[in-house]
Protein backbone atom coordinates (compact mmCIF):
# COMPACT_ATOMS: atom_id res chain seq x y z
CA UNK A 1 0.00 0.00 0.00
CA UNK A 2 1.10 3.23 -1.22
CA UNK A 3 2.74 5.12 1.82
CA UNK A 4 4.01 9.26 2.37
CA UNK A 5 2.42 12.76 3.41
CA UNK A 6 -0.02 13.01 0.92
CA UNK A 7 -1.50 9.55 1.75
CA UNK A 8 -2.06 10.19 5.20
CA UNK A 9 -0.73 13.98 5.99
CA UNK A 10 -2.16 14.04 9.88
CA UNK A 11 0.09 10.39 10.39
CA UNK A 12 3.36 12.39 9.24
CA UNK A 13 2.58 15.21 10.86
CA UNK A 14 1.89 13.89 14.14
CA UNK A 15 4.90 11.54 13.68
CA UNK A 16 7.53 14.68 12.76
CA UNK A 17 6.11 16.99 15.80
CA UNK A 18 6.67 13.92 18.42
CA UNK A 19 9.94 12.77 16.93
CA UNK A 20 11.16 16.36 16.97
CA UNK A 21 9.89 16.56 21.27
CA UNK A 22 11.46 13.39 21.95
CA UNK A 23 14.73 14.30 20.70
CA UNK A 24 14.79 17.90 22.32
CA UNK A 25 13.16 17.07 25.67
CA UNK A 26 14.37 13.34 26.05
CA UNK A 27 17.51 13.45 23.97
CA UNK A 28 16.02 10.91 21.91
CA UNK A 29 18.37 8.29 19.98
CA UNK A 30 18.27 5.39 18.34
CA UNK A 31 20.66 2.71 15.91
CA UNK A 32 19.68 0.36 13.31
CA UNK A 33 17.14 1.90 11.54
CA UNK A 34 18.16 -0.29 8.48
CA UNK A 35 16.95 -3.02 9.56
CA UNK A 36 13.13 -1.68 9.18
CA UNK A 37 12.13 -2.82 5.98
CA UNK A 38 11.24 -0.34 2.85
CA UNK A 39 8.36 -1.84 1.94
CA UNK A 40 6.54 -5.40 2.39
CA UNK A 41 4.53 -6.31 5.52
CA UNK A 42 6.69 -6.09 8.68
CA UNK A 43 6.22 -5.84 12.35
CA UNK A 44 7.68 -3.73 14.96
CA UNK A 45 8.15 -5.60 18.52
CA UNK A 46 9.12 -4.05 21.51
CA UNK A 47 9.44 -3.63 24.99
CA UNK A 48 6.44 -1.98 26.95
CA UNK A 49 6.76 0.44 29.85
CA UNK A 50 5.64 3.99 28.79
CA UNK A 51 2.67 5.32 26.80
CA UNK A 52 6.15 7.12 25.08
CA UNK A 53 7.16 4.04 23.55
CA UNK A 54 4.55 4.19 20.48
CA UNK A 55 5.75 7.20 19.75
CA UNK A 56 9.43 6.49 20.09
CA UNK A 57 9.04 3.42 17.50
CA UNK A 58 7.40 6.11 14.77
CA UNK A 59 10.37 8.16 15.47
CA UNK A 60 12.78 5.13 14.73
CA UNK A 61 10.80 4.08 11.40
CA UNK A 62 10.89 7.74 9.64
CA UNK A 63 10.06 6.01 5.87
CA UNK A 64 7.28 3.67 7.09
CA UNK A 65 4.00 4.53 8.53
CA UNK A 66 3.60 2.25 12.03
CA UNK A 67 -0.12 0.71 12.71
CA UNK A 68 -0.90 0.23 16.23
CA UNK A 69 -3.50 -1.96 18.68
CA UNK A 70 -4.64 -0.04 21.38
CA UNK A 71 -7.04 -1.20 24.08
CA UNK A 72 -10.72 0.39 23.56
CA UNK A 73 -10.69 2.16 26.62
CA UNK A 74 -8.51 4.63 24.96
CA UNK A 75 -11.25 6.05 22.57
CA UNK A 76 -13.08 7.00 25.17
CA UNK A 77 -13.37 10.75 24.58
CA UNK A 78 -14.59 12.48 21.56
CA UNK A 79 -10.56 13.91 20.37
CA UNK A 80 -9.44 10.28 20.93
CA UNK A 81 -12.17 8.58 18.76
CA UNK A 82 -11.91 11.09 15.89
CA UNK A 83 -7.94 11.05 16.26
CA UNK A 84 -6.89 7.35 16.33
CA UNK A 85 -8.51 5.95 13.64
CA UNK A 86 -7.58 8.63 11.13
CA UNK A 87 -3.65 7.44 12.30
CA UNK A 88 -4.72 3.61 11.82
CA UNK A 89 -4.64 2.51 15.19
CA UNK A 90 -6.74 -0.68 15.61
CA UNK A 91 -8.75 -0.68 19.08
CA UNK A 92 -8.85 -3.54 21.13
CA UNK A 93 -10.69 -5.17 23.74
CA UNK A 94 -9.02 -6.89 26.19
CA UNK A 95 -11.51 -7.82 28.26
CA UNK A 96 -11.96 -11.10 25.72
CA UNK A 97 -10.44 -12.16 22.70
CA UNK A 98 -10.59 -10.01 20.27
CA UNK A 99 -10.78 -11.67 16.71
CA UNK A 100 -11.91 -8.65 14.68
CA UNK A 101 -9.18 -6.39 16.17
CA UNK A 102 -6.57 -9.45 15.73
CA UNK A 103 -7.72 -9.83 11.93
CA UNK A 104 -7.98 -6.41 10.99
CA UNK A 105 -3.89 -6.10 12.12
CA UNK A 106 -3.32 -9.16 9.68
CA UNK A 107 -5.23 -7.79 7.10
CA UNK A 108 -3.02 -4.58 7.46
CA UNK A 109 0.35 -7.11 7.19
CA UNK A 110 -1.08 -8.72 4.41
CA UNK A 111 -1.56 -5.56 2.83
CA UNK A 112 2.03 -4.59 2.99
CA UNK A 113 1.61 -2.31 5.96
CA UNK A 114 3.80 -2.20 9.59
CA UNK A 115 2.43 -3.17 12.33
CA UNK A 116 4.28 -1.68 16.17
CA UNK A 117 3.11 -4.33 18.86
CA UNK A 118 4.40 -4.95 22.41
CA UNK A 119 4.47 -8.78 23.15
CA UNK A 120 4.51 -8.10 26.74
CA UNK A 121 0.62 -7.19 26.23
CA UNK A 122 0.99 -3.75 28.56
CA UNK A 123 3.38 -1.56 30.45
CA UNK A 124 5.71 -2.99 32.71
CA UNK A 125 4.88 -1.49 36.40
CA UNK A 126 8.89 -1.94 36.91
CA UNK A 127 10.43 -1.20 33.50
CA UNK A 128 11.64 -4.67 33.35
CA UNK A 129 10.73 -6.92 30.88
CA UNK A 130 7.91 -9.34 30.90
CA UNK A 131 7.07 -12.66 29.35
CA UNK A 132 4.74 -13.02 25.58
CA UNK A 133 1.09 -12.69 25.85
CA UNK A 134 0.07 -16.23 23.91
CA UNK A 135 -2.49 -13.83 21.46
CA UNK A 136 0.69 -11.81 20.38
CA UNK A 137 2.24 -14.92 19.04
CA UNK A 138 -1.09 -16.01 17.44
CA UNK A 139 -0.55 -12.33 14.84
CA UNK A 140 3.37 -12.82 14.83
CA UNK A 141 2.66 -16.19 13.34
CA UNK A 142 -0.56 -16.00 11.32
CA UNK A 143 1.07 -12.16 9.60
CA UNK A 144 3.61 -14.57 7.89
CA UNK A 145 6.30 -11.05 7.72
CA UNK A 146 9.24 -9.99 9.10
CA UNK A 147 9.83 -9.13 13.00
CA UNK A 148 12.10 -6.56 13.75
CA UNK A 149 13.22 -6.56 17.63
CA UNK A 150 13.43 -3.39 19.72
CA UNK A 151 14.89 -2.05 22.71
CA UNK A 152 13.91 1.30 24.22
CA UNK A 153 15.17 2.44 27.29
CA UNK A 154 14.36 5.55 29.17
CA UNK A 155 10.68 5.51 28.57
CA UNK A 156 10.42 3.94 32.13
CA UNK A 157 12.19 6.54 33.74
CA UNK A 158 10.88 9.68 32.07
CA UNK A 159 6.66 8.35 31.90
CA UNK A 160 6.13 5.67 33.93
CA UNK A 161 2.86 3.80 34.44
CA UNK A 162 1.08 5.58 36.68
CA UNK A 163 2.73 8.65 36.58
CA UNK A 164 1.02 12.32 36.28
CA UNK A 165 4.34 14.08 35.05
CA UNK A 166 7.61 13.65 32.48
CA UNK A 167 10.81 12.77 34.64
CA UNK A 168 14.11 13.89 33.10
CA UNK A 169 15.60 10.98 31.48
CA UNK A 170 17.21 9.87 28.15
CA UNK A 171 15.61 7.85 25.49
CA UNK A 172 17.14 5.30 23.40
CA UNK A 173 16.06 2.21 20.81
CA UNK A 174 18.44 -0.37 19.72
CA UNK A 175 16.87 -1.94 16.44
CA UNK A 176 17.99 -5.78 15.70
CA UNK A 177 17.85 -7.60 12.56
CA UNK A 178 14.66 -8.85 11.70
CA UNK A 179 13.40 -12.43 12.76
CA UNK A 180 12.08 -14.12 9.76
CA UNK A 181 8.86 -15.56 8.86
CA UNK A 182 10.88 -19.60 8.30
CA UNK A 183 12.85 -18.62 12.34
CA UNK A 184 9.35 -18.03 13.48
CA UNK A 185 7.62 -20.81 12.33
CA UNK A 186 10.39 -23.16 13.28
CA UNK A 187 10.62 -21.72 17.17
CA UNK A 188 6.94 -23.94 17.10
CA UNK A 189 7.26 -27.38 18.41
CA UNK A 190 3.50 -27.96 17.29
CA UNK A 191 1.12 -26.68 15.13
CA UNK A 192 -0.52 -23.56 17.36
CA UNK A 193 2.58 -23.61 19.78
CA UNK A 194 1.98 -19.78 19.86
CA UNK A 195 3.86 -18.97 22.98
CA UNK A 196 6.59 -20.05 21.77
CA UNK A 197 7.02 -17.26 19.01
CA UNK A 198 5.84 -14.85 21.46
CA UNK A 199 9.15 -16.24 23.44
CA UNK A 200 11.26 -15.91 20.21
CA UNK A 201 10.56 -12.49 19.48
CA UNK A 202 10.62 -11.50 23.70
CA UNK A 203 14.13 -13.44 23.48
CA UNK A 204 15.78 -11.14 20.89
CA UNK A 205 14.68 -8.09 22.62
CA UNK A 206 16.59 -9.32 25.67
CA UNK A 207 19.00 -9.85 23.97
CA UNK A 208 19.16 -6.52 22.57
CA UNK A 209 18.59 -5.10 26.28
CA UNK A 210 22.13 -6.60 27.56
CA UNK A 211 23.70 -5.11 24.14
CA UNK A 212 22.40 -1.37 25.49
CA UNK A 213 23.23 -2.21 29.39
CA UNK A 214 26.76 -3.20 28.52
CA UNK A 215 27.17 -0.04 26.46
CA UNK A 216 25.47 2.92 24.69
CA UNK A 217 23.27 3.01 22.00
Known sequence: ?????????????????????????????????????????????????????????????PKREVHFMARDTLFSNPIARWYFPRVGVIPLDRTRGDLAALRKAIAYLR?????????????????????????IGFLIAKGNVPVVPIYISGTFEAF????????????????????????????????????AVGDLVMSRIRELAELSNAGTV
Not at 111 to 135: C, H, M, Y
Open 1 to 61: MREGFFHNPLYWLSCFGAGTWLKLRFRLRWEGSEHIPLEGGAILASNHCSYLDPPVLTACS
Open 160 to 195: PKGSKGFHRSHIAARIGRPITPEELRAAMSGKGDYQ
Open 111 to 135: EGQVIGLFPEGTRSPDGRLRNAKGG
